[in-house]
């Protein structure tokens, strides 16, 4: 079975300019829940769709946004980026999001703002 | 609100010694507690998954131990191998909280040769 895939695997931005990154998950996944990680503040949560929902959100400001569409495949935007913005983001697939379920993760996209 | 602490920040530790890793949490009210591998900019790798309602869970060389009343949990590495340099990190889930782990700040491991 594939694992969950992102793409791309790395961009390089710069300030102001807006960027969308994209998450494929495991086959039969419905839940994706995605997560930036820097070296000041470590793995923060972002937020998390179910079934083209989202059901829960990080302390993120509105410029961060996401959507999934209906075959669970989901994409995160990023618009007005700043130099803080520069991360690695994760996104996680789950059958169902539940709290038993375990998360698998995919390589990352890193982003770099120049 | 939920901490998740992980002491030492790093540790070094020569080929064949045990590696023990330690995880804390402030609020013992979790639904699960996960341990991940995360190698130099790379994604996460799940190693084990501990429900509330267990103490223990063994895979291989892992074995993982949850003590919840105190806010623990702790991470064994057997007869430890160069390969298992990386950053391992934990997380837990927390009722209410679809799709979300919190995260402490990681454990970064170098085993010699």
């Known amino acids: 079975k594939a694992g969950v895939t992102q793409t791309p695997r790395y961009l390089i931005k710069t300030r102001g300019q807006q960027v969308t990154l994209s998450c494929s998950p495991i086959?039969?996944?419905?839940?994706v829940s995605w997560y930036q990680q820097t070296p000041g503040q470590g793995l923060q949560f972002l937020f998390e769709y179910f079934s083209e929902t989202q059901r829960n959100k990080g302390n993120f400001p509105g410029r961060f946004s996401g959507r999934q569409f209906s075959n669970s495949r989901s994409e995160m935007n990023v618009s007005t980026l700043e130099l803080g913005d520069s991360a690695l983001y994760l996104c996680?697939?789950?059958?169902?999001?539940?709290?038993?379920?375990?998360?698998?993760f995919g390589p990352g996209t890193r982003l770099t703002v120049l | 609100k939920q901490e998740v602490t992980q002491i030492p920040a790093a540790l070094s530790v020569p080929e064949g010694e045990n590696l023990v890793l330690n995880c804390s949490f402030t609020?013992?009210?979790?639904?699960?507690l996960q341990w991940f591998r995360q190698d130099p900019g790379k994604g996460l790798t799940s190693l084990l998954l501990?429900?509330?309602?267990?103490r223990e869970q063994t895979s291989g060389r892992l074995n993982a131990s949850l003590d919840k009343s105190s806010g623990r949990s702790t991470l064994y590495i057997a007869a430890s191998q160069p390969g298992d340099s990386a950053t391992y990190l934990c997380?837990?889930?927390?009722?209410?909280?679809?799709?979300?782990?919190?995260f402490g700040a990681g454990t970064q491991v170098v085993v010699t040769p």
């Open positions: 997380a837990v889930r927390q009722a209410d909280s679809w799709g979300k782990l919190q």
């Open positions: 086959s039969g996944h419905r839940s």
């Open positions: 501990i429900q509330s309602s267990q």
């Open positions: 609020d013992s009210a979790i639904y699960n």
């Open positions: 996680a697939s789950s059958l169902r999001g539940g709290v038993t379920d375990t998360q698998y």
